[in-house]
């Protein structure tokens, strides 16, 4: 079955660019048919959609976050990737890849089949 798992650094520093990797097992990013996600938790808050990848390579992002953020793929390696410019501390929270059947651009868990367990990431100098 299909299973996700990001990967990256846990602090970053204010104006810095944020990087994080999810690879997939069990499932293809390029064959199935499905979008793969960044989702996020700040402190005390819902989630966030940031944005997701299809398996043609297309692109889709928040309009909030869309100045900043960029997702790209390798293929080789099965993994799709988020990096996030300019950060914040408002920009700390919990990342999450996820995989789901339709652009749903939601924060609701529902929508989302497949999710990787979730990596924080603290934005402090």
């Known amino acids: 079955h299909v299973q996700l798992q990001e990967s990256g650094p846990g602090q970053v520093k204010p104006s810095q660019t944020l990087s994080l990797t999810c690879t997939v097992s069990?499932?293809?990013?390029?064959?199935?048919?499905?979008?793969w996600n960044w989702i996020r938790q700040p402190p005390g808050k819902g989630l966030e959609w940031m944005g997701a990848?299809?398996?043609?390579?297309?692109?889709y992002y928040s309009p909030s976050l869309k100045r900043r953020t960029s997702i790209s793929r390798d293929t080789s390696k099965n993994q799709f990737t988020l990096q996030l410019s300019s950060v914040t501390p408002e920009d700390t929270a919990v990342y999450y890849c996820?995989?789901?059947?339709?652009?749903?651009?939601?924060?609701?868990?529902?929508?989302?089949?497949?999710w990787g367990q979730g990596t924080q990431v603290t934005v402090s100098s």
């Open positions: 069990g499932g293809s990013i390029t064959s199935d048919y499905a979008y």
């Open positions: 996820a995989r789901s059947n339709a652009l749903l651009m939601t924060g609701w868990v529902r929508d989302y089949g497949h």
């Open positions: 990848i299809f398996n043609s390579g297309s692109v």
